[in-house]
């Protein structure tokens, strides 16, 4: 069964940092396009960022400059750097995984930043 489990969200003041973790318990974890999605309340979930398996990255114009998606398939992780976070990017985050037809979501993980 393929479980993808964030760690690392919680409460900062507008500016700090936060790193968000997703651990992955899929075969063949290099071969997935891993990525960050989000959900504020009573929105929609966007693209936050993505790695391919080639580690080819794309980001949302909203995040580009801040954000950092990286992955370490020896250890199946990826993970988003976050940096000079602001108000409205509070939400919960979650990873996803996508290799042909099978995707898979996280649980997801809050982050909120407030002061």
């Known amino acids: 069964q393929v479980q993808l489990v964030e760690s690392g969200g919680g409460l900062v003041q507008p500016g700090g940092s936060l790193r968000l973790s997703c651990a992955a318990s899929?075969?063949?974890?290099?071969?997935?396009?891993m990525g960050w999605y989000r959900q504020a309340p009573g929105k929609q979930r966007d693209l936050v960022a993505t790695?391919?398996?080639?580690?080819?990255?794309n980001y949302a114009d909203s995040v580009k400059g801040r954000f950092t998606i990286s992955r370490d398939n020896a250890k199946k992780t990826v993970y988003l750097q976050m940096n000079s976070l602001k108000p409205e990017d509070t939400a919960v985050y979650f990873c996803?995984?996508?290799?042909?037809?099978?995707?898979?979501w996280g649980q997801g993980t809050q982050v909120t930043v407030s002061s």
């Open positions: 996803y995984a996508r290799s042909g037809a099978n995707a898979y």
């Open positions: 899929i075969s063949f974890f290099a071969l997935y396009t």
């Open positions: 790695i391919t398996s080639r580690d080819n990255t």
